[in-house]
Each structure stands twice: as structure tokens, then as C-alpha cells.
């Protein structure tokens, strides 16, 4: 145990618990789970909370500037630091009150066309 | 909630597509994740289930209901509108919850090897085979690791013929990309994934 004082670092991870900042809320309001690899991305005019009923928090404000381009969940959660299963329930906020929209949930298909498959296997032969 | 059309954005809209690395403890998934791509950790806080009794020290921590679990997750930009993800599946066995989701959708997994404890794949195997989720088996030539052909392997681990099976060293960028190539190129072929996804051909 690091001595009192020192331990509030930036490696420490977070000082509150996880799920504080969601309110407690463990689970997306309406119970969809976005896929970790779901993609989002702010709707216009959606930063302004001036209709948002419920107050932002700034982890919302946080998750909303990343999503002003396309983004992931997974990019989101890495990207704000906070785990997996919180940005879920901020994301399905912020996508009920129509801030953020879900441009795909899942990724297309089953198996994605050669086309695809042939645009990963140039694209990891380039790197 | 409601989502937007999936078409409405499939032209200029970016698609994800994850591969999963698998392999027991020590593998050197995390290796062969940064070899290839920049890597981030992703958190994800998982309800502690009765399976980490006894392995999670709770001492002290009467309330903690949740456990901190951070996966190795690495982006690689195929182009502007494609973008690969490679998530390092924890091993452990308590973990195996977070697999179905992980999996959901992979276009397909490695299966890390380390040759000094090959059975160390044995879960990740059956995992795959039984999700019928295209995979193949890598073995990381780690530099003080007795060296067997791939014959022997194949033997060792009772892969199917049709399971291709490599060796990397997961240090090493090409080698790292070698190996994803040898997978996508099995995908393609479709060697591996005869009946792919029946088991992940819920949602849309």
C-alpha cells in the first residue's frame, strides 16, 4: 500500500467508484447493450442540452466531443478512460435524449463480403 | 432505442470489424497486440460472480461487487471508412462471460501458442470449434522455447487439418501481420468458417 497522499495518481485509475457517475445505473435505460464495436456519432445541433431534460454530467459532455466524428464504443470507453459498461449507460443517455444516434450496431454481417475481406487483407499487407 | 437505417450510413459510414487473440496466460497476446497496433486499454468492470472466490482478494473490501478487468484493444486503420480492432481475450477461466460477447460478431480469432505449455490452448480451441468462429492457432516462437515442427503440434493440439497453424513471434511487426493476413485469407477461403456465425446469427 502506496503511503496516504501519493496514492491519487494518474495510474491510480479513478478516485470515485465506477458506477457513480452513472448514478448507480449499472444498465442502459432501455436494457439495449450497444456492441462493443458499435459505431455512434453526435447528431447535429445535439451538444446543445438546452431540451436535454436531464442534466449532462461531464463524463456525458466528455463522451458527446468524441463522438463529433464516427467512433466506436470501444474507442469511446478507451478514450474517456472509463470502463466498458459506464459508457454504455452514458452513450444510451445521451442517444435517448437524441444527442448521439447508432449508425450500426453490429458489425455488417455475418461474414463480410470478400470485397471487405479483400480490403483488410490489402490494408494489413500496406502497414 | 431506436437506430438509425444500417443502410442509412453504409456508404461514407465507418465500419468496425474485431479479431480476437486468444491464448492462456503469458502467451503474449498483449506482445503481439502492441506489435501491430497502437494500443489502448480498454476498462471494463465486471460484477465479481462466485468464480473469482477465492482468487480476487477481497479482504478489506466487503462491498466490491464489481472487479476492474482491462483488455488489451488494438485499432488498426484500414482506410478512412475500415477499421480493425483486435481485442486480447483474458484467458482465465472466470472471465469466460465477457468471450460471448467479445466473439459476437469476430470476423475471427488467433489462438496465441507457447509450445512449453501447449494445453494452455486447449480452452481457446474448443471455444472457437464450438462457436464454429474461424480461427487459427499461432504458436510465438519465444527465443528460449524448444522447437518442434508443425506437425507435431498439429498432433498435440488435435487441430483439425483445415485449422491453419503458424508460427510468430509476436515481438515482431511482419510476423504479427503475417499471421492476421493467414487468418483473414482462411476467412476468405472459407476453410474455417463453414458454418460461421450460426451461433452468432442473432440481431441483425
Known amino acids: ?127 | 432505442m431506436v437506430f438509425a437505417p444500417s443502410d442509412h450510413a453504409s456508404d461514407a459510414g465507418l465500419t468496425a470489424h474485431k479479431i480476437l487473440i486468444a491464448g492462456g496466460f503469458g502467451a503474449g497476446k498483449t506482445t503481439l497486440v502492441s506489435a501491430i497496433s497502437e494500443v489502448r486499454p480498454l476498462l471494463t468492470e465486471e460484477p465479481l460472480s462466485t468464480a473469482s472466490v477465492g482468487r480476487d482478494s477481497l479482504a478489506g473490501l466487503p462491498d466490491k461487487k464489481t472487479t476492474t478487468v482491462a483488455l488489451d484493444f488494438g485499432r488498426i486503420t484500414i482506410s478512412e471508412s475500415l477499421v480493425l480492432y483486435l481485442f486480447g481475450v483474458p484467458g482465465q477461466e472466470r472471465f469466460w462471460f465477457m468471450w460471448d460477447e467479445l466473439a459476437y460478431g469476430a470476423l475471427g480469432a488467433v489462438v496465441l501458442g507457447d509450445v512449453r505449455r501447449l494445453d494452455d490452448c486447449f480452452p481457446s480451441v474448443n471455444y472457437f470449434e464450438t462457436r464454429e468462429l474461424p480461427f487459427i492457432v499461432a504458436v510465438n516462437c519465444f527465443d528460449d522455447a524448444p522447437r518442434y515442427d508443425l506437425a507435431e503440434i498439429r498432433l498435440a493440439l488435435d487441430l483439425d487439418d483445415d485449422v491453419p497453424l503458424v508460427l510468430c513471434d509476436a515481438r515482431d511487426q511482419s510476423s504479427v501481420k503475417e499471421t492476421l493476413i493467414r487468418l483473414v485469407e482462411s476467412i476468405a477461403a472459407g476453410g474455417t468458417s463453414a458454418a460461421q456465425g450460426r451461433s452468432l446469427s442473432i440481431g441483425r
Do not use: F, K
Open chain 1, 1 to 127: 500500500m502506496p503511503p496516504p497522499g501519493r496514492w491519487v495518481r494518474r495510474d491510480s485509475g479513478p478516485v470515485v467508484r465506477p458506477y457513480a457517475v452513472t448514478g448507480g445505473r449499472t444498465e442502459p435505460v432501455d436494457g439495449e447493450v450497444l456492441d462493443i464495436i458499435a459505431v455512434v456519432v453526435a447528431m447535429p445541433g445535439g451538444d446543445s442540452d438546452d431540451d436535454d431534460p436531464q442534466r449532462r454530467t461531464p463524463e456525458h459532455r466528455r463522451i458527446l466531443a468524441l463522438c463529433q466524428r464516427q467512433a466506436t464504443v470501444a474507442d469511446i470507453a478507451a478514450g474517456t478512460s472509463l470502463p466498458l459498461g459506464v459508457v454504455r449507460v452514458l452513450l444510451s443517455d445521451l442517444i435517448l435524449s437524441g444527442a448521439v444516434t447508432v449508425i450500426r450496431q453490429r458489425p455488417a454481417g455475418l461474414r463480410p463480403g470478400n470485397d471487405v475481406l479483400q480490403e483488410i487483407l490489402n490494408g494489413l499487407r500496406a502497414l
